[in-house]
Structures are given as structure tokens and as C-alpha cells.
């Protein structure tokens, strides 16, 4: 899409037609070796993320992720959904990365993350709004990861947004 298309609509760059769609829920393996290039990548100092015997002095089953670390998991879940020929959340949602932002994001965490779990996540399109007169369009998105065994692990809400203006 051109900036002259963009120009001669500005609004409704995102599919609203995916409202209320549920993506199919995907499931990751969380491996040692991630959980240790993301600690290291966020400057994580704490030995729990990258040395089994320290994760396990700590009472850990294995190394427990960072907190963060449902980015990676949403990062694994969209390699899962190439590999099974399945389009990507921002490919559904049509995003303009000219003009796509990233806006407000939180998680409740309701468990640790740890290597070798086999998570699921479930993703929602909730809704689309505009702002600035529709200058900005926003789209907020849900996600959970879930463990077989002990339930909900994190709950995520984010939203991003076009800038049109």
C-alpha cells in the first residue's frame, strides 16, 4: 500500500472484519537455550536463567523464565504458525508497518514459565477503536498461555495501534 492509498483512506487500515476472531491455539516447547539468550539479552544477571544448578539450589523444576518472556512465546507461537501454514496475527489484522505502533501492553502472571513446559497460546482480536478523530486506530488483542497441567500461566492484553495522521 502506497502512502497516496493510505492518504485517500485514513481510516480503517486494520481488517476490522477480525473482530472477535479467535486464532487457532498453537502449542511451543520452551527450551533451555531460549529462556538463557533472552536472560542475556535483557542484561538478566540472576543465575536461575541460565545455570541448571543454580535454577534447581533455588527450588525450580528447571530454568524458570523471565517475566518477559511471553514475547518470546508469542515470537515462538508465530514461527509455529509458518511452519503449520497458518497466517500471523499482524498479517490477519492487515498492520501498515509504516505506521504501526505498539501501544499499551499488561500481563497478570499466575505462574512461572519454565524450560521444557509445553505451553499453549490462545489468541483473541477484541476490538478497534479510533482516537484523534481518527487520526489513530487501535486494536486490542488478548493472549494466555496455558500449561497442560498447572492452568494459566499468563494472561496478556495489548494493543497496537496506526498512526494516520
Not at 528447571?62 to 497458518?86: H, K, W
Request: glycine share 8%; hydrophobic share 45%.
Amino acid at each position: 500500500m502506497s502512502d497516496a492509498d493510505v492518504a485517500a483512506k485514513p481510516v480503517g487500515l486494520f481488517d476490522r472484519s477480525t473482530k472477535g476472531l479467535a486464532l487457532p491455539t498453537v502449542s511451543v516447547e520452551v527450551e533451555r537455550g531460549r529462556i538463557r539468550f533472552f536472560a542475556k539479552a535483557l542484561g538478566e544477571s540472576d543465575p536461575i536463567h541460565s545455570d541448571i544448578a543454580a535454577a534447581h539450589a533455588a527450588g525450580y523444576p528447571d530454568l524458570p523464565a523471565p517475566p518477559s518472556f511471553f514475547m518470546a512465546i508469542e515470537a515462538m507461537a508465530d514461527e509455529e504458525r509458518a511452519r503449520l501454514g497458518q497466517p500471523s496475527l499482524v498479517a490477519l489484522l492487515k498492520c501498515d508497518f509504516r505506521r504501526l505502533l505498539h501501544g499499551d501492553e499488561s500481563y497478570a502472571y499466575h505462574g512461572l514459565v519454565f524450560a521444557g513446559d509445553a505451553l499453549q497460546l490462545d489468541t483473541r482480536i477484541i476490538d478497534f477503536y479510533e482516537k484523534k478523530g481518527g487520526l489513530m486506530e487501535f486494536v486490542t488483542i488478548e493472549s494466555s498461555v496455558s500449561h497442560a497441567e498447572r492452568g494459566t500461566l499468563i494472561t496478556a492484553t495489548r494493543t497496537l495501534l496506526h498512526r494516520l495522521g
